[in-house]
């Protein structure tokens, strides 16, 4: 049976505070494109990309001998080897060997070769920093269930490397954002996929949103019958106002109030089609595209929010790439890429670059080993992006892994790559920037303390 808060938690009287406060602006005449926001505003953005992406076809060397390492495991007749001559290439500001980015990803290398996109290498979830000898022959931990999708879903989301705690830590930021959120009670967290982990706090209550302006009981799709809108509308305020004495009814209740006073905040901003956000999703129809373009319009129109910190959670699916992996692969990057791109000339054009901070996430890597059905199979290590104005682009950070079958950093034969940056360290760097307290950390990151290093160098 699901916990549910009592009548007088601090969660309750907030959701009645924010109720209450939506209710009232949603009496306004507002103009989003036009409202005067907060100056010190930031906002992080996480793109989730289900199912394990395969970071070693997103990135692969493309100097001699870093190439032949990959090309001698994914062969030609693997189905899943990219040719040397199809990658563009890119060249780590800080030295090393160059990359090539996979060809679908052409908006990406644009951003990295502009300092505004940085490669963060070989993260993964850890429960200490480990070696290969420590993992199979020390009994050193690892992560719960550690090839499961679920499992590692759940712990990246999460940052609890046992698998079993369902409060992320995106949620646990927002519980340490009222500081900079005072005077406002509208959700600091806004997901466009559902309710998922990362987004749910102790304390704060996120905002699910649909990548479109159809949402709420005003969603007739005909600016004709508004009134039949406004209708449904009150009708569902009388049916939602009505006294309950059981606990479970009163928190239906009152979710149901919170939901239907975001709705009357958010849907006219995400319907501002006349904004610049809008204009720079202009024939951008993936699904990827349709949530960042959603993020892009709620940050537009940030002022109705009164927000000074916002997250953000898209959700990409399809990477689970076991057979056939060439195709989806590269469909899910062009989508992933173009979106990305249009996202950040949005930011641009509102005067936000170095404001809003987009990161990926991934459940983990891809055996660098091919497997059956020209496809490859669970791994751990990965590469995630980190893009923005405020980003140290243009360089890779962290420690690329040895391309190596039963090499120093493979756990096993396959190609699973032993993580050398844990997700305490990625997040706690994107944490920094973002405003939350050094003290803050322990409780973004409950087992921050087993990583020296927390601060990746990644922000500037």
Request: proline share 6%; charged share 15%.
């Amino acid at each position: 049976m699901p916990f549910v808060k009592p009548p007088h938690s601090p969660s309750r009287r907030r959701l009645l505070g924010w109720t209450g406060a939506a209710g009232m602006l949603a009496a306004l005449d507002r103009t989003p494109a036009h409202a005067q926001a907060a100056s010190d505003y930031k906002a992080l953005v996480c793109i989730y990309l289900q199912g394990g992406n395969d970071g070693e076809n997103t990135l692969v060397r493309v100097d001699s001998p870093g190439y032949q390492a990959y090309a001698a495991i994914r062969t030609p007749a693997s189905g899943i080897s990219i040719a040397q001559k199809e990658l563009l290439p890119v060249q780590p500001a800080g030295g090393g060997p160059p990359f090539g980015f996979h060809p679908a990803c052409a908006a990406l290398q644009a951003l990295f070769d502009r300092r505004e996109l940085a490669v963060v290498a070989n993260v993964g979830q850890l429960v200490r920093p480990v070696t290969k000898a420590a993992l199979e022959t020390q009994g050193a931990p690892r992560p719960a269930n550690l090839f499961s999708h679920n499992d590692q879903e759940l712990a990246q989301q999460s940052a609890d490397a046992s698998g079993f705690t369902r409060i992320g830590w995106g949620g646990r930021m927002a519980d340490r954002l009222d500081a900079f959120n005072a005077g406002t009670l509208f959700p600091p967290v806004v997901s466009t996929n559902t309710l998922r982990t990362f987004c749910s706090g102790e304390r704060s209550i996120p905002l699910t949103v649909p990548a479109g302006p159809w949402w709420g009981v005003d969603g007739s799709g005909d600016f004709n019958k508004n009134q039949y809108d406004a209708l449904r509308n009150a009708a569902m305020q009388e049916l939602v106002s009505h006294s309950r004495d059981n606990t479970y009814e009163l928190v239906a209740r009152l979710y149901a109030e919170q939901g239907l006073s975001s709705a009357s905040v958010v849907a006219p901003i995400t319907r501002n089609d006349a904004g610049v956000a809008a204009a720079a999703f202009a024939g951008i129809d993936s699904d990827i595209g349709r949530q960042l373009k959603t993020v892009a319009l709620l940050i537009e129109g940030r002022a109705e929010t009164g927000l000074r910190r916002q997250l953000f959670y898209s959700h990409q699916i399809g990477y689970d790439t076991h057979g056939a992996q060439l195709g989806i692969h590269h469909r899910l990057l062009g989508d992933l890429s173009t979106a990305v791109k249009a996202f950040s000339d949005a930011m641009k054009a509102l005067g936000l670059a170095d404001r809003v901070t987009v990161f990926t996430l991934s459940d983990f890597g891809r055996a660098l080993k091919p497997a059956g059905d020209q496809g490859t199979d669970h791994g751990w290590g990965n590469y995630a992006f980190v893009a923005g104005g405020a980003v140290k682009g243009g360089d890779f950070y962290g420690t690329i892994p040895t391309l190596a079958l039963n090499g120093p950093d493979d756990l096993g034969k396959e190609g699973r790559w032993i993580p050398t940056t844990s997700l305490e360290q990625y997040g706690a760097t994107l944490c920094r920037w973002f405003g939350i307290a050094e003290g803050d950390l322990p409780y973004v990151f409950p087992n921050i303390g087993a990583f020296a290093n927390t601060n990746l160098g990644f922000m500037s």
